[in-house]
């Protein structure tokens, strides 16, 4: 950074490397857990996540912040802000400032810049029929998430999962993009698993078919589920995929519904070439990520849905 931030500064001069191009991206959400300080770490990493998914190094963060600042403890903002630093760091990242507004409800998250070398790097286009599909992060978030609003079952337990699921990086993820040259992946976010495949396909022009039972639903998720526990949210993205996704008969209804719930935070999905497969499971895995095997890429047949649970 050529301005600090103790000059305050209204905007940020950064020198840019070259060779490079910019991924740019912004996201925002209201608490998902309890604990401040857990919650800035999982808007953080939630940020951080689309450059990731891309490739692509985290680069420059801002802050964007809504807080009732008149009617709530100022601790609990700055605790909100000390756990997003810390996720910055762990990035990477430099901070370089941000902006906030007094509101009636918490927001935060952040604006990122990354860098990515812009003859290699992954997007929605990139699927290729024989690529198989690994997943970073178990699935549920969404349905715990519910279950911690209505304050139904071991909220202590159920926040910590969401903790440790949403608050991780997608780090490893990105650097296994970038070593093996992949073209195709995408962050599983608020459309849920099945929903961003499904772009994936859509885009790639291919089908996609996904094994429900490699598939890393998180267990008490998955009880939470079959209790009714399942957010609105995650309905509509079942019902808005419904007439692209066949299943298969048989498959269990639980999961399917888990495959369209909303994420905040999610894994990684990378599309790898058969002769990489094992080279990016033993990367994942060495990095402490999960290296799911959940699927396949197919040729595109318009006789048959773009994406199949099986």
Request: glycine share 12%; with cysteine.
């Amino acid at each position: 950074m050529l301005t600090g931030l103790g000059d305050n500064e209204d905007a940020a001069v950064v020198r840019f490397p070259q060779g490079k191009a910019l991924v740019q991206t912004l996201d925002f959400l209201t608490p998902i857990v309890n604990n401040p300080y857990w919650f800035g770490q999982i808007a953080a990493a939630n940020s951080l996540s689309d450059v990731y998914a891309m490739g692509g190094e985290p680069y420059t963060a801002m802050n964007i912040v809504c807080f009732p600042i008149q009617t709530m403890d100022k601790k609990i903002l700055k605790q909100i802000l000390e756990g997003g630093m810390d996720k910055i760091r762990e990035s990477g990242a430099v901070m370089a400032g941000g902006h906030s507004v007094k509101d009636t409800e918490i927001k935060y998250g952040l604006s990122v810049t990354g860098i990515v070398d812009p003859a290699a790097f992954a997007s929605n286009r990139g699927l290729r029929p024989g690529d198989h599909l690994l997943l970073t992060k178990a699935i549920g978030v969404g349905v715990l998430s519910t279950a911690l609003k209505a304050n139904f079952g071991d909220s202590a337990k159920i926040e910590e999962l969401i903790y440790r699921w949403a608050g991780r990086l997608n780090k490893a993820g990105g650097k296994v993009i970038q070593a093996l040259g992949l073209k195709g992946a995408t962050d599983v976010t608020g459309f849920g698993l099945g929903g961003h495949v499904l772009e994936l396909a859509k885009a790639s022009g291919v089908n996609v078919e996904l094994w429900l039972d490699n598939i890393p639903f998180i267990p008490e998720a998955v009880d939470l589920a079959g209790m009714g526990m399942f957010p609105g949210g995650s309905t509509a993205n079942k019902k808005y995929c419904h007439s692209l996704v066949e299943v298969s008969p048989g498959a269990d209804s639980i999961k399917v519904d888990l495959a369209f719930d909303a994420q905040t935070s999610g894994g990684l999905v990378l599309s790898v070439p058969e002769a990489q497969l094992e080279q990016a499971r033993d990367m994942l895995l060495e990095a402490g990520d999960l290296a799911a095997h959940i699927g396949q890429v197919l040729p595109d047949d318009p006789a048959h849905g773009k994406l199949h649970l099986v």
